[in-house]
């Protein structure tokens, strides 16, 4: 009996196991409960002998239960322990993180910096008529300017009675759209994306500007050379830049300049402020009395500037980047090398 019972608690592997002998030992109909209820039947001497040995193997019983009972409980503290093992002296897995793209990057900063000077920000669609892209920026149907911009047209068929749509080539019809949305006076900048069949280091068949656009009673040429030096120094963060105005010729602006930037190309690296290279990095002027009547302002009361930025030129000329496409390439490898990625 003592062996049958102490095998069996030995060999249990769970509570309910260890359990079930319990009762079948101890239990009110276990095997030696019963035997204690025979000792009645006994002789003095007979309960005196057997009754000491049953009381003893209960006591054996039990405290084999009891011994085993904490084994299980110690091993399966033991494997949870096992389980839920954490190393905290491991270091972490990083997690990469995005990050804002340098062109994005500039564009808010570019933004910023006029929007301190009092230029609102402005907005006008990326698929737009031939009108605000061309005409009411004095550049007529037959205009040798159309074909300089390389533009994208929308697919259309002769019967369709839209009017004919481009991806617009630069961000100049945000001109026309806030002076009719606005009137005079007004100031504004627009941040957007442009589009011309174009691609080469310098080029990109999608790229950014930002349309500046001032009109008043009294708005001059200088007034445009102070503003734009005024961005350059805090764009570029240098107490003084280099620009030169280059003689040129806009249809929407009368007279016109192309504006370029001092800076150098050492070793691929582009450094601006010093060194004897030009980079050109916008078009400007003052607007066109053409362009003031056709989004129906009196040329006669107002005057103002326009400009026109490319906002990927200032990204490559701030982050020293010689080729424009590979801004827009999604490489990985590219922007975590310069460390536009983590
Ligand atoms: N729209 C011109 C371009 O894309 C830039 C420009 C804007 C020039 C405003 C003059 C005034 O080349």
Known sequence: LKAKYLE??????????LEELRLAALGKKGEISLKMRELGKMTPEERQTTGAALNRLKDEIDAALRAKKEALADAALEARLQSEWLDVTLPGRPRRQGTIHPVSQVMDEV??????M????AEGPQVESDWYNFDALNIAPEH??????D?????????DPRPPHVLRTHTSPVQIRSMQAQGAPIRIIAPGRVYRMDMDQTHTPMFHQVEGLAIGKDISMANLKWVLEEFCKTFFEVPSVELRFRASHFPFTEPSAEVDIRCS?????????EGNSWMEILGSGMVHPKVLSAAGIDPNEYQGFAFGIGIDRLAMLKYGIPDLRAFFESDLR????YGFAA
Request: hydrophobic letters at 50%.
């Open 144 to 149: 040798p300017a159309r074909q300089e911009h």
């Open 8 to 17: 069996g608690i030995e060999a249990a592997s769970d509570e309910a196991s």
């Open 118 to 121: 009092g230029f609102a920000v």
């Open 111 to 116: 933004t910023a910096i006029f929007a301190d």
């Open 334 to 337: 590219w922007l975590r090398h």
């Open 265 to 273: 190309w050492d070793n691929g690296q582009l450094k601006i402020g």
């Open 151 to 159: 533009t994208f047209f929308m697919a259309r068929d002769a019967a």
